[in-house]
């Protein structure tokens, strides 16, 4: 069955629909805009709503693995929380917090990300980390 949903990121104020059929295995699925319901400033003028939908899922995508990256990378940042079924999360330790921007207009726009109440050094190592997992381009890390 064709699913759809709107759903609106925390990376911008877009608010796009999707579809998926569920019939598909969820590691084979694939998600496409059906509507785009508001188009926020920084993405205005895109070409198309297919562009438009990529462009702000990646975006998503990319805020949501530096943090994912930056936490497995460093433990030392992090606490491990267990919920009543037994799972278990990370979130980062008290003081410190991931904050993140995007500069620029449009379908390529970069990403900037802080980690508040993390020294300059260690900074410098979730850089250089981010840079080896591939995430270089378009990113900056604010020290």
């Given at each position: 069955m064709i699913r759809k949903t709107t759903w609106s990121p925390d990376t911008c104020e877009c608010v796009l629909e999707f579809e998926w059929d569920d019939a598909v295995d969820p590691e084979m699925r694939t998600h496409s805009v059906s509507q785009v319901k508001k188009t926020?400033?920084?993405?205005?003028?895109?070409a198309s709503e297919g562009v438009q939908f990529t462009s702000v899922m990646a975006e998503n995508k990319t805020k949501n693995q530096v943090m994912k990256k930056v936490m497995d990378d460093f433990p030392d940042?992090?606490?491990?929380?267990?919920?009543?079924?037994?799972?278990?999360?990370?979130?980062?330790?008290?003081?410190i917090k991931y904050e993140y921007s995007f500069k620029g207009k449009g379908e390529n726009r970069s990403i900037e990300v802080d980690f508040v109440?993390?020294?300059?050094?260690?900074?410098?190592?979730?850089?250089?980390?981010?840079?080896?997992?591939?995430?270089?381009?378009?990113?900056?890390?604010?020290?």
């Amino acid at each position: 069955m064709i699913r759809k949903t709107t759903w609106s990121p925390d990376t911008c104020e877009c608010v796009l629909e999707f579809e998926w059929d569920d019939a598909v295995d969820p590691e084979m699925r694939t998600h496409s805009v059906s509507q785009v319901k508001k188009t926020c400033a920084d993405h205005e003028g895109i070409a198309s709503e297919g562009v438009q939908f990529t462009s702000v899922m990646a975006e998503n995508k990319t805020k949501n693995q530096v943090m994912k990256k930056v936490m497995d990378d460093f433990p030392d940042l992090v606490d491990e929380v267990v919920d009543e079924n037994g799972g278990v999360s990370k979130k980062f330790k008290p003081g410190i917090k991931y904050e993140y921007s995007f500069k620029g207009k449009g379908e390529n726009r970069s990403i900037e990300v802080d980690f508040v109440g993390v020294d300059v050094l260690k900074k410098s190592q979730i850089e250089a980390s981010l840079s080896l997992g591939g995430f270089e381009k378009g990113l900056n890390v604010k020290k």
